[in-house]
């Protein structure tokens, strides 16, 4: 059974006034590009091609935000990291990320890494966006690319970079490692009181 019922795409918003009310409990999904967030998304809510639409040309440097019910909400960021997108990002970016960031109902931030690589400096950059009492949880994707101890490995470095600041899991979107573990984790942050 679905954990998350009636996922339903919002709106993909290219400016702070085209959010939807800050009303309920949303979590932001970013990452790299490539890194699996779109098959992370699928994954954890449970609905193939939810974050396909998150894809589609124009849509891309959007943020696009989806409904799973109850007033919950999931927020899909636009992919970074490319040198081709980097200017854009530049200006588009802080006062979207910017105007997520001081909403009420934002609980938290999802940072999704390809496992193999590990956090870099893109995803540093994203973590001065996160406020106190804002939660912050990285998904290691593609964990099935690794073995055993480099698995360990990168959940050992995830912790040392993250230092406090939040917590990390090995996730993989195609053997179902850590998806139950992510979504306990998301419903614990969309539930509680904020
Ligand atoms: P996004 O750009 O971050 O949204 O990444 P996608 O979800 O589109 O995935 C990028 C590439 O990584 C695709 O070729 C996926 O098939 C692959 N991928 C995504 N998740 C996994 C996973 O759990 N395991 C493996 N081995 N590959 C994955």
Redesign the pocket.
Known sequence: MSRFQDVQFLISAAAPEQFPADAGAEVAFA?R????????INAIAQRQGL?RTS?TPGRTRLLNFFALGSGWRLVDLP?YGYASGAAAERKTWPALIEALGERESLRGWFV?VDARRGLTEGDERLFEWVRPGQRLHVLL?????LNRSEASAALRQAATTLAGRGTAQLF????GTGVHEAQETLSAWLGSGG
């Open positions: 990452g590009s490539n890194a699996g967030k779109s098959s992370a974050a894809k992919g999704i994707a593609k964990a099935d690319k993989s979107a195609h053997s």
